[in-house]
Nanobody, 114 residues
């Protein structure tokens, strides 16, 4: 299983950015999809996860600003980053859980700076 993330780059504080991640295998509604991030010198942390038919789960630091969504027909998960802050700067990793195994993408760098 391969996950290909895209959409990272430089964004200004208060702007918006959309990340996408496509899986090489079919994603079923029961599979969990999500995003984690890792800033320099810090541990990887939850950004958001989503499972069809259930409310998304967000990390406390992004609640109310970021939105996760998915398109099962395209095997793709999205992350809409609204009102980003400099502290959101990190490498963002997409992930999919098939059965009891998590698969990870290569990461995409997001830099929030003016």
């Amino acid at each position: 299983v391969q996950l290909q993330a895209s959409g990272g780059g430089l964004v200004q504080p208060g702007g918006s950015l959309r990340l996408s991640c496509a899986a090489s295998e079919r994603v079923f509604s029961g599979d969990v999809m999500g995003w984690y991030r890792q800033a320099p010198g810090k541990q990887r942390e939850l950004v958001a996860t989503i499972r069809s038919g259930r409310d998304p789960n967000y990390g406390d630091s992004v609640k109310g600003r970021f939105a996760i969504s998915r398109d099962n027909a395209r095997n793709t998960v999205y992350l809409e980053m609204n009102f980003p802050k400099p502290e959101d700067t990190a490498v963002y990793y997409c992930t999919v859980k098939y059965g009891d195994r998590w698969y990870w993408g290569q990461g995409t760098l997001v830099t929030v700076s003016s």
